[in-house]
């Protein structure tokens, strides 16, 4: 994890992990089930499912306004020395890129709706409405995993739709949880809140649209 070292982290330091290999172990794995990289994963599964040309431009446009551009400004608040770093590991770092998420998803939501858009795609939208308001709340006096929010979520989106089918990849829940908590970036229960709230927002999601 690239981390920025001219800020001064008077409270909370970033926690320092041996280079063994399940320290590596858990570092690929958060790499691979960063709540970006899993949510795009998902809206590439969706826009494949359907597979026609409307799904594919919308599902583009959802990740370049919902996932790529808030992806971006870390990128940019990192190269600025404003953030330590990418998976802002600091509480009160987190406030901006947070509002700027939720701003991107209430915008991306409001097109996909009025244009009647694949219905999955307001899902997802809807949900991370849900969910990124949920972790901006919560990360005023405490701080839970993104990761397992994101993971659990599109777990439970799979499972809506696939059904039982879906099952396996909730096995995927406890292995991010782990790795987050074995690299010290979340407490246990900081991922187990996360991965509530996941299955929570996408609920929500899914009664409110259906």
């Known amino acids: 994890m690239e981390i920025n070292p001219s800020l001064n982290l008077s409270n909370e330091i970033l926690p320092i992990v041996p280079q063994r290999w399940h320290y590596r172990l858990a570092e690929w794995i958060s790499r691979l089930f960063s709540p970006p990289l899993v949510a795009t994963v998902a809206l590439a599964a969706i826009a494949l499912a359907d597979f026609s040309r409307a799904a594919l431009a919308w599902a583009f446009l959802t990740l370049l306004l919902m996932i790529l551009t808030p992806a971006g400004y870390l990128v940019y608040l990192h190269q600025r020395g404003q953030i330590t770093d990418l998976d802002v590991y600091v509480r009160h770092q987190r406030t901006r890129p947070y509002l700027l998420s939720i701003g991107c998803s209430l915008v991306t ?102």
């Open 109 to 210: 939501f409001a097109l996909l709706n009025t244009a009647n858009a694949p219905y999955l795609l307001q899902i997802v939208a809807a949900a991370a409405i849900f969910q990124t308001s949920g972790l901006f709340a919560v990360n005023l006096k405490w701080k839970i995993s993104a990761h397992t929010a994101a993971t659990a979520g599109f777990s439970s989106l799979f499972f809506w739709v696939g059904g039982i089918s879906a099952l396996p990849v909730w096995l995927f829940i406890p292995v991010v949880a782990w790795s987050r908590v074995h690299l010290k970036r979340h407490t246990l229960y900081q991922t187990i809140a996360g991965s509530l709230w996941g299955v929570i927002s996408f609920t929500l999601a899914f009664w409110l649209l259906q």
